[in-house]
């Protein structure tokens, strides 16, 4: 058994294509996919990317100089 971690970034505000020319611009990773999470207030865009740990620049690019994003990464366990 290990783990699998993944980085998501979540944002209200932007689009999925504005996300992935976000990641594009900044470091290129690798999109695993793509969500919208749909709620009673409205909807939030996710992408996935293959960066197993978290990147504090690439965190810091996405919410403080793009802003209206949260990046967090999610770690599953492999079986």
Partial sequence: MGYIGKT???SEKYSIDELKAFNEQYK???I???SVYEYD???VNQIWLN???MDKALKKMFEKEIGDCWV???VN???
């Fill in 8 to 10: 998501l970034v979540q």
């Fill in 28 to 30: 290129n990773y690798e």
């Fill in 32 to 34: 695993t996919g793509t």
């Fill in 41 to 43: 207030g409205g909807s």
């Fill in 51 to 53: 960066v197993p740990l």
């Fill in 72 to 74: 967090q990464v999610i």
């Fill in 77 to 79: 366990k492999d079986l």
